[in-house]
């Protein structure tokens, strides 16, 4: 675990990933700064060598940004950033006779605590809990999401189902879109989750608000992890919790 004093907020973060029995190997790559109030989750598509390939691409290129462009934090460096991000990892498939893609979310805060920004690409999502309400503060870019929104299949059907596979963007398509860019307040209290799709889809809504509420990070992130292998652990499974106190005056 990291503890971080930003202003008037300390940031305490902790993360783990685990492999599950689906995949052999993790093709989710876990950031979390020791030294900057930044964290990052990313989940490779598929499990051969352009998801590898581009997981680690991916995050070492974002992090190279975020530490190179430090303490400016705004949406046109994060939008450069990822513009980077998304001609390193297309740059790394070229030569494979494969998909080479992977989702991207992160939480980069301001060096005052003031303001933190969501970077969101793919279906690993951003949670926040805050006064005992449990959100979902990013949008699943997969047809899935769109069809679900937009009435083209009921929920749970097999429809449904395949198109959570579908994904409209991602670190490495080829119309290198852009991601989204959320601006947020971080309030004493708040427990923020970065997860990739293997925690949300198998640790129930209810259960996620409750592990989220344990009094420390790491415990929180523990039981998530624990909570995807006695689902299944059918797929790979990563998190990041970052908790929010009052910095305490010396």
Not at 80 to 94: D, E, L
Not at 98 to 106: I, Q, V
Request: negative net charge; proline residues 6%; contains cysteine.
């Amino acid at each position: 675990m990291h503890r971080l004093p930003l202003g008037e907020i300390t940031l305490e973060l902790a993360g783990g990933s685990v492999v599950g029995n689906r995949y052999p190997a993790n093709f989710d790559v876990l950031h979390v700064d020791p030294a900057l109030p930044f964290a990052a989750v990313v989940d490779g598509m598929g499990a051969g060598e352009g998801s590898r390939r581009a997981g680690t691409t991916a995050m070492g290129t974002l992090v190279a940004q975020v530490r190179a462009a430090w303490p400016a934090v705004d949406a046109r460096q994060l939008r450069t950033a990822v513009a980077h991000v998304q001609s390193a990892v297309r740059a790394a498939g070229a030569q494979l006779a494969e998909l080479t893609g992977c989702t991207l979310t992160a939480l980069l805060v301001e060096p005052d605590g003031g303001q933190g920004w969501l970077v969101q690409l793919g279906d690993s999502r951003a949670y926040r809990l805050r006064d005992g309400l449990l959100e979902l503060l990013t949008v699943d870019h997969t047809a899935a999401w769109l069809g679900v929104l937009h009435g083209w299949y009921p929920v749970g059907s097999p429809a449904a189902d395949r198109a959570r596979y579908q994904l409209t963007r991602y670190a490495g398509h080829p119309d290198e879109p852009e991601a989204d860019l959320l601006a947020v307040s971080l309030r004493p209290g708040d427990v923020w989750l970065l997860c990739t799709d293997g925690v949300s889809d198998q640790v129930d809504y209810h259960l996620m608000r409750e592990l989220l509420a344990a009094p420390r990070p790491e415990e929180a992130v523990r039981d998530l992890l624990h909570g995807t292998l006695e689902a299944g652990g059918d797929d790979n499974a990563t998190a990041v919790i970052v908790r929010v106190h009052a910095t305490t005056p010396r």
